[in-house]
Nanobody
Framework: VQLQASGGGLVQAGGSLRLSCAAS????????VGWFRQAPGKEREFVGS????????AYADSVKGRFTISRDNAKNTVYLQMNSLKPEDTAVYYC????????????????WGQGTQVTVSS
């Protein structure tokens, strides 16, 4: 499966963005998807994940209550709705897919998108 993340941009603190992760392939509904982010000079960190059906989601504590992950398997797309954005959310955001359960560690994901930049100004 190939992934392409989009929807990043520049937003003021307190604003919202919705990222999309579009996938190719007819088996996308079998894949769990994780969102990760990497800020300059920092390691890549887990943001959240969703299982293959969309019935199970998990979030990092830093985004819980502000970010929501959903998916539309008919459109082969997973979404990351980001509300109440903070300057510390500034990073390149990546989506990744794993044919199996969702994980919070990046090494468990076999397929990665190219990343989309999110910049939150104060």
């Amino acid at each position: 499966v190939q992934l392409q993340a989009s929807g990043g941009g520049l937003v003021q603190a307190g604003g919202s963005l919705r990222l999309s992760c579009a996938a190719s392939g007819r088996t996308f509904s079998r894949y769990a998807v994780g969102w990760f982010r990497q800020a300059p000079g920092k390691e890549r960190e887990f943001v959240g994940s969703i299982n293959h059906s969309g019935g199970d989601t998990a979030y990092a504590d830093s985004v819980k209550g502000r970010f929501t992950i959903s998916r539309d398997n008919a459109k082969n797309t997973v979404y990351l709705q980001m509300n109440s954005l903070k300057p510390e959310d500034t990073a390149v955001y990546y989506c990744a897919a794993n044919m199996g359960p969702p994980f919070s560690v990046s090494i468990r994901y076999q397929h990665w998108g190219q990343g989309t930049q999110v910049t939150v100004s104060s």
